[in-house]
């Protein structure tokens, strides 16, 4: 059974649960779930994750927190009880867990690592505070740590900062916004200094003391690793000053055995010290750690004959420094120790050891030895800061290794009450002795007593350092053989304080002898009393003592006998009366010198301070001993403070009148000393006499009448300054006036209570009389009134002891009062005054209601002048947030309501004209200069906007109703409204709040909106009706659109758990507002007419912001104005424009999506259909969001990483909306420029030219002005549409389409000529010429052109299932072409079929691609027919102003005839016809129609025949008119092609498949076709008769063979078709000759045998070797059976059936070859998408398929890869593909002689594509491949092979390449059966590939399409070419490898072909300069020498 828990409401999942039974709630490791039922082992529950869903899940995976349930039952809430910190902590984590993750998506990786380490260290400091076992402190720090991290992850992750006070998270309901604020900002500090410090308490105002932070330095000794010295040594370490050139602490000793340990073991790893009490000051001076060593043992560390080895002396052996300002920089940004090695130098003179450590720091290296290694002293330093409490406490584990605390020499910079210290610190500074008649100089040691008045030597009171115990005796170090030794050795004297006065030291000088016994001999000793006759001790100085002569046997037993004697000079002076026959005899020549310095708290060597302790010795010198005080240094009297003050109060009473001033004076003199920082610390010391120790019950009568007395003359006297240091004092007067008063009234039981308060009164007044005095005349008095108002909020306190709260509010009130209301009084003072005020409001007085309502209107008053001035606006902002803080604590416990009311009036108006100000001058400093002026700063804006926000939320609703109803006109309620509208508009737009202070923000909104909200309602009452007032209407929507679109409330983008917690707090305000916003446009009535079309951008921006509610609520407002239009107008064309201009821009900044455009057409459609206009209305909603699609797509594409196709086209689809249906000319215009600039972007100059002529068409020649627009200027129609031509001529012109920019020349020379502009005209003119020279001159490359289909519903509006034709880019083939379409749409699926897809695809949710080839069909017919146009000019309107389109797919219709399958092979022609031709404003438009039709096997036969003939025609006609000039080879190939072709079955199977019996007996309708197809035969055996005529007459004489070939071919082929065709052998003489019948058979022209069809590429070498566009083989053509791109290898013996062939076929692009983007598709003939590339293949092809579709990328593929499943005959490969191999590889690959180099095996290869290539400038970049070295097996020379008598085997070359239909077949002529083996081979490479990169670096030559120059082809004789496979009788004797000669731009690329005889077909180009410079890669010489060996080799040939 069920039952609602009690106690477990909360816990975390500690197991996932997968949720695995019914009802079972899913649960994730570490998820916190919400208890609310249990049953046996199970709970029943929510996560808190997703609250919506309950569910049960085991009690076992669950552990329990402790929580607090409110509101208990079905909607309980509860809430964990553990520490705020811990629920943040863990909340923060799981916010930052996805952020992490997507940091490392984003490959951002270094920020990824740094919050892991952060995000491991909160987890670990959170599981330590939740352990409980910490302490407060520790507690504290831990959170300060969590905090710290916590803001630095949120800021780096772009999260909001988080407001805190002690680490937990604020309220922002408890607190008021100007403390909000304040929170921010230091949160923002923290974050930024990221290691916060001690948290030092700011004081907001005043001057308050900060206490000075000590710094401590920890030194540890490690090891003493250079410790050769084999003694025992102490170390003493010390800071030395270098600037002062004095030691400033005491000494730090440590002793060590000879080994380098410490000489007690107990001291291992204990050897420290920690220097305390270093100032800023000092941290800032030159200071270094200085160590000596001071080594124990022999006298001589070398000599062992020096002293006996039982006497041990201190010697001096070495120092080592270390500068602190080297380090201080790297030991402060550590926490933990970092170790240093000291070298420790040696002295070379023991003289100079006192200055050993200076010489060092000097680096006066003659004076030291440096030590042999770099080993030396190891210690390790620490900076530590704070009070030595502090360090403690923080730095435990320093102390417990017993650390040797080493203090200043004299007292720190703060003085602390209770440092009991009492130290002399003694220098042995030097002496001078007497040599006593010995040959050497001394070894002196001096020895030191402390003895007592009694003679009795004090225990333990000399310390050489500290870190060793004090010892009774000293005993120096000794310098060897020095009369004069200089020490320089401190000791501390710590002798206890009750012993010092009649101590003396005692000082005794021995020489220690080196000789045997080594004994040390007295010879004399000085002595020095501590404490002289008056009561002072030794002063600090130097003390030069006399020194006594003795000797060993002196006894000293009675000090009596020498203390008598004058210690030093001054001594001696004091007692001249001694006498001279006593028994120690003072040695005059001889002198001893030692310095002290006292750092005692109880003892003093002022006389002055004893005089005044003991003013009762002295009583006629008490007014000169007070006056003195005043000389006395501080530290004497902060030592006797208590003292000092007793006496003086005792004098007091003695005699008031008498020492009344001077007492005072004192007083005051002391008070004053401890406002200085170092005394500050004894402040408690004086409020603890104050309480306890002060005894004086009269004093305040005569401090009152002191003070009031320096008061009342301040205004005569001239000098004031001890006036000005009474009112510095006045704090401390008043505790001693009140306390004294206490005691008073303790004693007397309350008497004189009334003198008393009049007197205080009468002081009140004195008070408010130097106040009110004029200061501007006299500067003494202002510091006087200074000086009291800083001190006078001090005395509030002392008052409250004594006067009710009222009474003292009304003495402050007065006093404040009786300050100058004017602003005027002077910038200082305003300044003093106001930070009177801010600490009157901070005191504790103020925080009393009843003293609040007394003081407020005086305070107010002030701030009210000054923000009216615009004077002191951050002391005044902090005044105000203080005031505000104060009323919001105030308000959570009381009523506020009457200081609120006083504050509105007060202050609320001046407010908001302060923030105006000040954000006008933000704005415009920022405009002006980028800067600010220090009053602008945002910190001052954002000070007082959290004031007006502060006030404005204390505001209730009486509040307000007060405040409109006390404007006494509409003007000024008027001005108020705008003002506060203006104030909030600002407030959003400027965004004062960074945009990570969300809290801030939201407070602000939430503010503002409840404002809005009191004063919509006043708007309304008074501004509605007959008062309507557009500029208040105006400026309320205004503000509302602005709130409704900030970014803050946009909660879309906000994570849920953020969006939970705003919408928890205040809902959504932007709904709000909307609700606001609609039903005061309701309340508009009448008026709404004067908002529109002013408020539609604004609404539609409102109606843009996703929020489904607020969408609901503000569409109907435009059916509003468009009823409203309607009903003033008859139409609503105002707001149609607005709402179309504004829509454009307000989507293309990111708003808006597809539930809009739904929405808006949802609702404003209903609304429309009830209105009597529903029909105009119903189709501009339809148009609106027929815009918004288009809108959305091009955003989508722009905003996208989309591709330029894709922005280019959703452009031109919005630019035709906008003309064609919404008729918008301006925005058609925009994006106009829009798609021109992403042309050139894309550089497609044409498309660019094309579109700019859009905008250049809607101009007119007229001189009518143009207003500025986009980036023209203002100017005359006539100018800018001349500017536009002059730009599209240039377009053009750069995108090589001279023939469309001619008549714009033209145009442009008309208009120029009719104003008689005759320079424009002649440069028109010229321009217009030059572009005829370029067409004929320059070459252009045809492009392709690709049908696309996009199906699929995914796919952007414009493209939904439509196809479109795109003109391919220069050198752009199918699978280049395919593969960029699938890369611009990766979601694509290419189909694999040309079929047309059925509505399942069209309708799927899914992107389908559908791609093939087409062919342009021309309009222009007529050009392409005449005979005499150039090429050139011909091919231009071959590819441009196309609009029809074809594709052939071929299939068979009936049985296939197996023997010849053309008699079944149909072709399917589909025509499409575009919207538009291309080229024009894009590279693709949409297909409007297509038709289809099918053509006969007969019809395509005739087709083929015909192009053929035509080509053949125009070919010879060209070489009869001589425009074809020198060279033949176009002619030779295209003949040999034809005849070739023929010879080997080419028409004989149109003869066998329609000349047949059957054929005619079956189809008696095609008689007539069949009649025309023997007329085209004939016709072109004919035209083959004259064109061969043609060839002889300009044959070269070395290509005569061929030309024989191609008579003796010519009669086979006249005599194949003898039978049929009778009257074939009338031909002229120049064909005759016998034939010889060829076995090798490659079918080359149209009636391609189906059998054994193998794909080859249509650009791979044997193809192009004909390739040029006059030569294709004979039936090639096949008018389009778009074969094109197939090398169809035929044999009998293989049968594959054509259909399938034709499905395979090979793409246009597939040839890397043509990948180069060589030669366009009408070159090799139309090539349809059939025959280049149809994605569809039987599984048989796909192999072959996958080869050849995707030859780009497979580039090292081995070249069997293009003759896949060769058909073996016997183990070879067939005849036919044999020999088609030879050739193919033959003319491609590098030559197989072995004396060629690799360089020009590549280089002299044929390069057929080289005809395609455009000649310009630069040449097109192209990819870079390697040539190919592939292996392939030799190939055998087929065995049937006629033989000729030559040597050598040679290609011979026919070719056709009009379908891309090569035969290409090789004879071997030559007794070798096998040709050379091949070393090198390549399947289709590109062209710029030929040459190996290794050795040849010849850069791309661009090369002519046509070869029409005359001057172009003449005979190759400079360039030479080898035979492909050189005859072995044609070798050249010289074996020298020639090397490469690099190609001329025209030669190299022509074929140079040579026959059998190895004649050349060669052309010259000694005319034509070069375009490009080619680098060569030999030097000339060398050149030369090839050339020699070419032509050796030739002519031996």
């Known amino acids: 059974m069920w039952s609602p828990t009690e106690e477990e409401k909360y816990g975390v999942v500690i197991c996932s649960f997968r949720g695995a039974v019914p009802q079972g709630l899913v649960l994730e490791l570490g998820e916190t ?136 998270v604020v309220d922002s309901d408890q607190i008021s916004v100007s403390d909000l604020y304040k929170m921010h900002l230091s949160s923002r500090h923290s974050v930024q200094q990221s290691t916060s410090q001690v948290d030092t308490i700011r004081q907001r105002h005043g001057d308050a003391c900060r206490m000075p932070v000590p710094h401590h330095f920890f030194l540890s000794l490690k090891s003493f690793t250079y410790n050769t010295i084999g003694e025992d040594t102490d170390v003493f370490f010390s800071l030395y000053d270098v600037r002062e050139g004095k030691q400033i602490s005491e000494r730090f000793m440590v002793r060590l055995n000879k080994n380098g340990g ?226 320089g050795e401190i000791i501390k004297l710590p002798i206890p304080i009750d012993r010092f006065r009649g101590s003396h030291l005692r000082f005794e000088f021995r020489h220690c002898s080196t000789k045997d016994k080594g004994e040390k001999k007295l010879f004399g000793f000085a002595f020095t009393p501590l404490m002289r006759d008056d009561g002072t001790t030794l002063s600090d100085d130097i003390h030069e003592l006399y020194v006594y002569k003795c000797d ?14 004058p210690c030093c000079k001054e001594d001696y002076n004091g007692c001249p009366n001694i006498p001279s026959s006593l028994i120690f005899q003072r040695s005059t020549k001889e002198s001893f010198s030692v310095s002290t310095q006292l750092s005692s708290t109880k003892l003093t060597q002022n006389v002055d301070l004893l005089a005044l302790l003991k003013w009762k010795a002295y009583p006629d010198r008490v007014m000169d001993i007070l006056g003195r005080l005043r000389h006395v240094s501080g530290e004497e009297i902060v030592k006797f403070l208590q003292d000092i003050l007793d006496t003086l109060f005792v004098v007091l009473d003695d005699n008031t009148e008498k020492y009344g001033l001077l007492v005072f004076q004192s007083l005051v003199f002391i008070i004053n000393l401890l406002r200085d920082s170092k005394y500050f610390h004894f402040r408690p010391v004086m409020d603890t006499y104050i309480q306890k120790h002060f005894a004086g019950a009269l004093a305040y009568k005569e401090l009152i009448r002191c003070l009031k007395w320096y008061m009342d003359r301040s205004a005569e006297l001239v000098r004031q300054d001890h006036i000005q240091e009474a009112m510095r004092a006045l704090e401390y007067l008043f505790k001693f006036i009140v306390q004294s008063r206490i005691l008073y009234s303790r ?376 009823d409203w239009e309607q009903r003033k107008n008859g139409n609503f064309k105002q707001v149609e424009a607005e709402l179309i201009d504004k829509l454009d821009s307000l989507v293309s900044e990111g708003k808006g999506d597809e539930n809009y455009r739904e929405l808006f057409s949802l609702l404003l459609l209903e609304k429309i259909e009830q209105e009597t206009w529903r029909e105009t209305g119903i189709s501009f909603v339809t148009s609106v969001t027929r815009l918004m699609e288009r809108l959305l797509d091009y955003r989508d594409c722009m905003k996208g990483d989309e591709t330029e196709n894709k922005k280019i086209g959703c452009t031109v689809n919005l630019m035709n909306f906008y003309k064609s249906e919404i008729n918008k000319e301006e925005m058609y215009i925009r994006y106009i420029h829009k798609l021109c600039d992403m042309h050139l972007q894309a550089e497609n100059y044409t498309e660019a030219a094309f579109t700019l002529l859009l905008y250049c068409e809607l101009l007119q020649w007229e001189d009518r002005p143009l207003r500025e627009f986009l980036h023209y200027p203002s100017q005359s129609e006539w100018q800018r549409k001349e500017g536009l031509c002059r730009k599209i001529i240039h377009y053009f012109n750069k995108g090589k389409s001279w023939e469309f920019g001619i008549p714009l020349c033209r145009e442009l020379a008309m208009q120029y000529e009719s104003l008689y502009d005759y320079q424009s005209l002649s440069w028109i003119r010229k321009m217009e010429a030059t572009y005829y020279d370029n067409i004929m001159e320059q070459q252009r490359l045809e492009p392709e052109f690709f049908r696309v289909g996009f199906y699929g519903r995914k796919f952007p509006f414009f493209l939904r299932n439509k196809e479109y034709v795109c003109r391919g880019h220069d050198y752009e083939r199918l699978e280049a072409f395919q593969q960029r379409m699938l890369s611009e749409f990766p979601q694509a699926i290419a189909m694999q079929h040309p079929n047309h897809p059925d509505d399942s695809i069209l ?137 070739d072709a023929a010879v080997n079955g080419g028409i004989a199977r149109y003869q066998e498949a329609f000349f047949d019996k059957d054929y005619i007996t079956k189809h008696p309708g095609d008689a007539e076709k069949i009649t ?246 630069a040449p097109p970049a192209l990819p870079a491949r390697t040539l190919r070295k592939s292996p392939l097996h030799p190939i055998p020379a087929s065995p049937t092979s006629p033989q000729s008598g030559l040597d050598g085997s040679n290609s011979t070359l026919s070719g056709s390449a009009s379908s891309g239909v090569s035969s290409l077949s090789e004879s071997n002529f030559g007794h070798s059966s096998e040709p050379p083996p091949r070393t090198d081979t390549m399947d289709s490479v590109p062209s710029q590939a030929w040459n190996t990169d290794e050795d040849l670096e010849t850069p791309y030559l661009p090369v002519r399409y046509s070869l029409s120059e005359p001057d172009v082809l003449e005979t190759l004789k400079s360039q030479p070419c080898r035979s492909h496979s050189a005859p072995s009788g044609v070798i050249p004797q010289d074996t020298l490898d020639p090397p490469a000669l690099p190609p001329k731009p025209y030669h190299s690329r022509l074929p140079n072909i040579e026959n059998e005889e190895g004649m050349i077909i060669e052309d010259d180009d000694k005319h034509r300069q070069l375009h490009r410079k080619v680098s060569q890669p030999v030097s000339g010489g060398k050149e030369e020498q090839a050339r020699v060996a070419w032509e050796h080799g030739i002519s031996e040939q």
């Open 1572 to 1817: 025309q197809l023997k007329e085209l035969m004939q016709e072109q055996v004919h035209v083959l008769g004259v064109g061969l005529a043609v060839h002889e007459k300009f044959v070269h004489p070395e290509m005569r063979p061929l030309h024989k070939k191609l008579i003796d071919q010519f009669q086979m082929m006249r005599s194949s078709l003898y039978h049929e065709l009778p009257g074939l052998d009338k031909l002229s003489p120049a064909c005759s000759g016998s034939s010889t019948p060829r076995s090798n058979v490659l079918v080359s022209h149209g009636p391609m045998s189906p059998e054994s069809i193998k794909l080859l590429h249509r650009h791979s070498p044997l193809n192009l070797l004909g390739s040029v566009r006059h030569s294709s083989s004979s039936l090639s053509s096949h008018t389009s059976s778009e074969t094109g791109n197939l090398v169809i290898l035929t044999d009998s013996s293989v049968g594959e059936a054509a259909e399938e062939m034709y499905h395979m076929q090979a793409s246009p692009s597939t040839s890397s070859l043509s990948s180069t983007h060589s030669a366009p598709s009408q070159m090799i003939n139309s090539a349809p998408s059939s025959a280049r590339g149809s994605p569809s293949l039987p599984d048989k092809y796909r192999h072959t398929r996958e080869l050849m579709m995707l030859l780009p990328t497979h580039r090292d593929r081995p070249s069997s890869a293009m003759y896949p499943a060769a058909i073996m005959e016997n183990g070879q490969p067939p005849n036919f593909q044999r020999a088609l191999m030879q050739q193919m590889i033959g003319p491609c690959k590098p030559c197989s002689d072995p004396n060629l180099s690799v360089a020009e095996k590549g280089h002299y290869s044929l390069h057929f594509d080289a005809f395609h290539h455009q000649l310009s400038d």
């Open 33 to 168: 779930v919400q208890i609310l039922e249990k049953c046996e082992g199970w709970y029943r529950g929510v996560s808190i994750k997703k609250p919506n869903v309950k569910g049960i899940f085991p009690a076992n995976y669950i552990h329990l927190k402790k929580a607090i349930v409110s509101n208990r039952g079905q909607y309980e809430t509860v809430v964990p009880l553990e520490d705020s910190v811990v629920t943040e902590v863990t909340a923060t984590l799981q916010e930052w867990a996805v952020l992490w993750k997507q940091l490392y998506v984003k490959h951002k990786v270094d920020l990824f690592y740094k919050l892991r380490h952060v995000m491991n260290e909160l987890i670990d400091l959170r599981r330590q505070l939740l352990s409980g076992h910490l302490t407060q402190d520790q507690v504290r720090e831990v959170k300060r740590h969590l905090t710290v991290r916590l803001d630095w992850g949120n800021e780096h992750l772009g999260l909001d900062l988080v407001p805190r006070k002690d680490f937990e």
């Open 747 to 1122: 004693a007397t039981c309350g008497m004189e209570e009334e003198q008393f308060r009049s007197s205080i009164q009468e002081l009140f007044q004195s008070i408010r009389f130097v106040l009110s005095l004029d200061s501007r005349s006299s500067e003494t008095l202002i510091f006087t009134q200074a000086a009291l108002l800083n001190s006078f909020p001090a005395i509030f306190d002392e008052l409250l002891q004594m006067f009710t709260v009222q009474e003292v509010a009304e003495f402050v009130r007065g006093t404040l009062g009786s300050m100058p209301s004017t602003v005027h009084i002077g910038q200082s003072m305003d300044v003093v005054k106001l930070q009177s005020i801010a600490r009157t409001v901070d005191s504790r007085l103020f925080s009393f209601s009843e003293s609040r309502r007394i003081l407020l209107p005086v305070v107010l008053h002030h701030i009210h002048l000054h923000l009216r001035q615009q004077k002191e606006l951050l002391i005044c902002s902090g005044i105000l947030s203080s005031i505000f803080s104060i009323i919001k604590t105030s308000s959570l416990e009381g009523d506020v309501v009457e200081e609120v009311e006083m504050m509105v009036e007060s202050l609320l108006d001046v407010l908001l004209q302060t923030l105006l100000t000040i954000m006008s001058k933000s704005q415009s400093q920022e405009a002006v200069r980028g800067q600010r002026c220090p009053q602008c700063t945002a910190e001052i804006t954002g000070e007082y906007v959290s004031c007006l926000l502060s006030l404005l939320r204390q505001m209730s609703d009486t509040h307000f109703q007060h405040l409109l109803d006390n404007f006494q006109s509409k003007d000024e309620l008027k001005e108020f409204l705008l003002k506060i509208f203006c104030v909030f508009r600002n407030l959003m737009k400027m965004s004062v709040f960074p945009r990570d202070w969300m809290v801030m923000r939201l407070l602000t909104s939430n503010i503002i909106v409840t404002t809005v909200q009191y004063l919509s309602s006043a708007l309304h009452k008074n501004f509605t009706e007959t008062d309507f007032d557009f500029k208040v209407w105006n400026s309320y929507f205004s503000l509302a659109v602005l709130f409704i679109n900030q970014p803050s409330l946009q909660l879309e983008n906000a994570t849920p758990a953020k969006r939970k917690k705003i919408l928890d707090k205040y809902g959504d305000m932007r709904v709000m507002m909307a609700y606001e916003l609609f039903s005061m446009w309701q309340n508009l009535g009448e008026h709404k007419i004067h908002f529109i079309p002013g408020m539609i951008g604004p609404f539609l921006g409102v109606t843009l912001v996703p929020q489904p509610e607020v969408r609901n609520i503000m569409i109907p407002i435009f059916h509003d104005m468009m």
């Open 552 to 565: 060993e046997n002196s006894t000293f037993n009675n000090h009596a006998l020498y203390l008598g004697l």
């Open 262 to 487: 410490p000489r007690n073991p107990e001291k291992i790893d204990r050897m420290c010290a920690l220097f305390t009490d270093l100032s800023s000051k000092d941290m800032k001076r030159d200071l270094y750690i200085v160590a000596h060593v001071i080594r124990i043992g022999r006298m001589l560390l070398n000599d062992s004959k020096k002293g006996p080895p039982h006497l041990h002396y201190r010697r001096p052996y070495g120092c080592a420094v270390l500068s602190i300002m080297d380090v201080l920089q790297s030991i402060s940004e550590i926490k933990e120790e970092k170790d240093f090695v000291l070298k420790v130098y040696t002295c070379n003179n023991e003289n100079e050891w006192c200055q050993i450590h200076e010489n060092i720091i000097r680096k006066s290296s003659t004076k030291y030895t440096a030590p042999s290694s770099n080993y030396g002293l190891i210690i390790s330093l620490q900076l530590l800061r704070g009070d030595m409490e502090q360090v403690r406490r923080e730095n435990p584990m320093i102390f417990n290794r017993g650390v040797s605390v080493t203090r200043k020499l004299g007292f720190p910079d703060v003085i602390m009450p209770g440092d009991i210290r009492n130290d002399l610190y003694l220098t042995l500074e030097k002496g001078d002795f007497e040599r006593g008649g010995k040959s050497v100089q001394k070894n002196i040691e001096v020895t030191m007593y402390v003895l007592y008045a009694d003679g009795e030597i004090l225990k333990d009171c000399i310390s050489l350092g500290s870190g060793e115990p004090s010892r009774s005796a000293y005993h120096s170090f000794v310098l060897y053989h020095n009369n004069s030794p200089r020490w």
């Open 1403 to 1539: 309708q799927c949710d899914a992107q389908y691609l559908q791609i093939y080839a087409v062919t342009p069909i021309p309009d222009n017919i007529d050009v392409l027919q005449m005979d005499r146009v150039p090429d050139r000019i011909k091919s231009f309107y071959r590819v441009n102003n196309i609009r029809k389109f074809r594709y052939d797919r071929p299939f068979h219709k009936g049985p296939k005839d197996k023997d010849n399958e053309f008699k079944s092979l149909w072709i399917e022609r589909t025509t499409l016809t575009l919207t538009h031709s291309l080229p024009g404003i894009s590279r693709w438009f949409e297909v409007e129609r297509r038709e289809l039709v099918e053509v006969s096997p007969l019809e395509n036969a005739i087709q083929v025949v015909e192009n053929k003939n035509q080509e053949l025609r125009t070919l010879i006609s060209q070489y009869q008119h001589k425009q074809m000039h020198g060279n033949i080879n176009l002619l030779s190939m295209c003949l040999n092609g034809v005849i």
